[in-house]
């Protein structure tokens, strides 16, 4: 049974009902009731005067720490204003994206399609058949068509490069909507996720067992920005990019946070708050499977893996998952955040658009981070 004040605040609203669940997110709530200035960041007044607008985002790594939390700030809000006080804003009212996906897509092409039109936006869905990217038309050239035609562009592409082709070729902002190398948007529904489940990020612990791929990328980018520690273990000859790696360990030394690399997933999995796969076999890996599936073999992450992980671990998956990555006593359970992660998704890409395209701010008080 609720206390008085826990209770107070499960009835305050559809935004902290939404997450009576948790309990160390209604603690937090709690203790805002007796002093409203904890939990909440000093540096609001400078996330209040960070601006975006204008931005590509290719990549995390060149977004600062308030920036960062500047878009889960905004997505969070989004989230509060529309899906719990079922306000409509249609803040991108008149305006296009162009959604170039040369990679197949559910949880980027739905939270990106809908999530545009909720905010009075239109939608274009593009594939490779149609239109004629690097084939019959340069990017160049699709990049200054495009930047005539619409107000911003998602691509979901195989090379990084493209990305960068098209960013230095547009005069409207670009988002990576996946690439070889990055995957921004995942991970910034990954820690807002996070901070609605814990109600904060700074000193959590994330342990990545799997894969060194574009997800960790992104994660090893964006990790010691907001103050949490990285702990990542990878089969030896996957190891994440040397350039990434250097770059997060300048990072994780800048911020004060702990960066472990290990090919060890128990030792990765020590002590950490939270467990995170991916697939082991990406789109264009197929060829490689029977060997990948062979050289992971031990990094599966099963309810052993949390034996040795925080009381209060949890887990997330980007999706889609194969059981070979978790078992499903670990994928079902209440640990499990994957599917208020994949819904974030939709939150956070809408932040992200919003924040690149407008000068939009945030009606509720920033959280901690």
């Known amino acids: 049974m609720l206390d008085p004040d826990t209770a107070t605040y499960a009835r305050s609203g559809p935004w902290v009902r939404s997450f009576s669940f948790h309990q160390s997110f209604l603690k937090c709530l709690k203790s805002f009731h007796h002093n409203p200035q904890r939990g909440f960041s000093s540096g609001s007044a400078s996330l209040s005067s960070v601006s975006l607008k204008g931005r590509s985002c290719l990549t995390l790594k060149d977004f600062s720490s308030d920036e960062i939390k500047r878009l889960l700030w905004v997505s969070g809000d989004l989230k509060h204003q529309i899906k719990h006080e079922k306000q409509y804003l249609p803040l991108l009212q008149g305006k296009a994206i162009a959604m170039i996906f040369e990679k197949r897509s559910t949880r980027t092409r739905m939270s990106t399609e809908t999530g545009f039109a909720l905010l009075g936006g239109h939608p274009c869905f593009l594939t490779s058949q149609d239109i004629h990217l ?54 910034l529904a990954d820690f807002l996720t996070l901070q609605e489940h814990y109600g904060y990020l700074s000193g959590l612990t994330v342990s990545w067992i799997g894969d060194g791929n574009n997800v960790l990328h992104s994660f090893m980018m964006a990790a010691a920005k907001l103050g949490v520690h990285l702990k990542v273990a990878t089969p030896k000859g996957y190891e994440p990019d040397k350039s990434v790696i250097e770059e997060a360990q300048k990072l994780s030394k800048q911020h004060g946070t702990q960066l472990v690399l290990t090919s060890d997933p128990m030792e990765a999995a020590h002590g950490s708050n939270v467990l995170v796969t991916d697939t082991w076999v990406s789109m264009g890996q197929e060829e490689e499977k029977k060997r990948r599936l062979k050289d992971f073999q031990g990094y599966q992450i099963t309810m052993q893996t949390g034996n040795v992980a925080k009381p209060d671990w949890t887990f997330l998956h980007c999706l889609p998952r194969k059981m070979e990555e978790v078992g499903d006593q670990v994928f079902y359970s209440s640990r499990s955040l994957v599917f208020p992660e994949a819904e974030n998704r939709k939150w956070t890409i809408m932040g992200l658009m919003v924040s690149l395209l407008t000068d939009y701010t945030p009606q509720i008080s920033m959280p901690k981070f």
């Not at 340069?138 to 562009?153: E, F, H, K, P, Y």
């Not at 979901?156 to 995957?183: F, K, M, Q, W």
Request: charged share 20%.
């Open 134 to 187: 690097g084939v019959n038309e340069s990017c160049t050239d699709t990049a200054r068509v495009l930047s005539g035609l619409c107000n911003i562009v998602l691509a979901r592409v195989y090379s990084h490069a493209t990305l960068e082709e098209l960013d230095r070729e547009a005069s409207i902002p670009i988002i990576n909507g996946l690439s070889d190398l990055y995957h921004p948007i995942q991970i």
